[in-house]
DNA sequence: TTGAAAGCGCTAACAA
DNA sequence: TTGTTAGCGCTTTCAA
């Protein structure tokens, strides 16, 4: 049904090494035997099993992404630019989603070691030392995406400088209030950094007014919708909302449209990511996912082919791009 | 650096088949050396390579799932519905992101042959030959999502009766003139679907006229908001506007508002898929892309089980999410 | 240029 | 209950 190399072998007369020779390119068939043996290889259908190979060469190329959501077109974009480098040097890209589940992490992780990957780039919305332990036991090679980290290589972007801007932005549009609405601490650590961006600028202006609102749950647009019940009990108009990122900021102007308000004159509600289905009119941070994925896959490629090099971390810059007002 | 079941037999001091019976849970070790066993294995840290218990037992255990572009919500929520049950039997799950390109498809396929996957849950937007005979010449089991298939088990929804009714929708709300925007026919079969169905409405009502405006591109908001140009130029105001799924609908309300058109007084849109991240006032239709996940892996690990079963296809109701008027 | 043989890490049949 | 042995499909070394 299957066939295996000695199939091909048996029915060329060559041997498994020759046929071997030939389907990976290497030296040592003559042109002759190795069409020969290709031609036989096309006409049965034979395609190597790629366990087989990877255990009799003791190498896997293959590397992960694990991120929490691939729903958010955000990560689907940097899974993208990932698999195009990983394409290139020839490994497989597995893609994991967690969900933002610290144990389907840990599950899912297992199951990368099983499968002996090399490296893997992971979105994890927080420092998790069981995973780190984990990886760095198993000397698997690690990429943090999206915040800074002392055990592995990082890519991140400014968002401490965008969300300043973004709220400096507010700022001189008149508003002298900001809310914040974002994933309660303990789950998010970008909450935090952009919280402390936020603060630096309202430290520096004692008229201006910052209230944070917290929800425990996954940033969606779901959660937007249901945290904004909250906000505008607490927030009278007109007000500024600052959402954590572009799927809630959608969510919360849903909601508030159903409430019969207006946007932006009543509520003006700002996102984060510049993910592509957005509002209209929705202000946001632009975080060049692209570029972000294919230096973190990069610094991976470099780090599995140079274990020892020194920790590296990238910072890319995050501009407001101002599609409202 | 990296151990093997053999270290675990070494420094315990049984036998592999020992080793192999007591981390596989298999009977015929007693509990004492069974507790001794993992023991070790777990202060060693070792986890058993799943290449080399693939190879040796010949199964592979793992099933693919082929989407045209993972940064659909729509898409996202299927992979995790099929993962859940995949993970229930003990299967792993890739995902591949074709971006509807069918030499990307090809290629991808090749991989997963490579990688003796037992099956696939697939979404072409077009019938393709080639792909259709190399999954039959290497038996792998295959399900069909979205549209029919004579060749394989499929799970659809009722797109014909959707568009119909959304059509009924609008003409019963006054509008005399119908458009629909999509990608061409030779990229989608579902562009003739959904174009049949609310053909069939028009055909019955001669005051109605009915237009169509393709695309030669993947249905994105990108795509949307470009081909959004064109339907000024030939649709004055007020009209309906029938976008081939909420991306594009999304896409060109965008380009219409920017344009200071009132949604929905000068143009209301509708969009199909019912994704998440949608505009509050878009009128939709609902694919029930979760259960139509489940099902179509539940069939799949039937076909696994059972290859000689007739070819079954499942079709879903597609029903009017009316969030706009 | 070719082939024989060993070995990759594991499972499974069978013998002890 | 435990160990021995063969074998899964492949690569690689080395000898012919």
Redesign the interface.
């Known amino acids: 049904?299957?066939h295996t190399i000695n199939d091909i072998a048996r029915i060329t007369g060559y041997s498994k090494s020759s046929v071997s020779s030939a389907i990976n390119n290497k030296p040592g068939v003559s042109k002759k035997t190795r069409e020969y043996i290709m031609s036989v290889v096309k006409k049965m259908?034979y395609?190597?099993?790629?366990?087989?190979q990877?255990?009799s060469r003791g190498s896997?190329r293959t590397v992960a992404i694990i991120v929490r959501d691939?729903?958010n077109?955000f990560y689907?974009?940097m899974?993208?630019s990932v698999?195009e480098i990983a394409e290139e040097k020839g490994y497989?890209t597995?893609?994991v989603?967690t969900g933002g589940n610290d144990e389907r992490l840990m599950r899912s992780l297992?199951?990368l070691?099983?499968?002996?990957v090399e490296g893997v780039i992971v979105d994890v919305s927080n420092y998790n030392f069981e995973f780190s332990e984990l990886i760095k036991?198993?000397?698997i090679k690690c990429v943090v995406f999206g915040i800074d980290s002392k055990d592995f290589d990082s890519v991140e972007a400014d968002d401490n400088k965008a969300s300043y801007n973004m709220a400096l932005h507010l700022v001189n549009s008149g508003y002298k209030s900001l809310t914040f609405v974002c994933p309660i601490l303990e789950r998010n650590v970008y909450s935090k950094r952009r919280i402390e961006g936020i603060k630096r600028l309202v430290d520096s202006m004692p008229d201006v007014e910052f209230k944070t609102i917290y929800y425990d749950d996954s940033s969606?647009?779901?959660t937007g919708y249901d945290i904004a019940k909250e906000v505008v009990e607490i927030l009278k108009p007109p007000a500024a909302i600052m959402a954590f990122n572009d799927?809630v900021a959608?969510g919360i102007?849903?909601y508030l449209?159903?409430c019969g308000y207006l946007i932006p004159e009543d509520y003006i509600v700002t996102g984060f990511d510049n993910?592509?289905?957005i509002?209209?009119?929705l202000n946001t941070v632009n975080i060049p996912v692209y570029e972000m994925g294919e230096c973190a896959a990069k610094m991976l490629f470099e780090r599995i082919q140079n274990p020892d090099k020194e920790i590296q971390t990238h910072v890319f810059d995050a501009e407001l791009i101002l599609k409202g007002r």
Do not use: W
């Open positions: 049904m299957k259908n395609t190597p099993n790629e366990h087989a990877n255990i896997y691939i729903a077109p689907a974009k899974c993208r698999e497989s597995i893609i989603n297992n199951n070691i099983r499968k002996r036991s198993h000397f969606s647009v779901h799927l959608i102007i849903q449209m159903g993910i592509d289905s509002l209209f009119s």
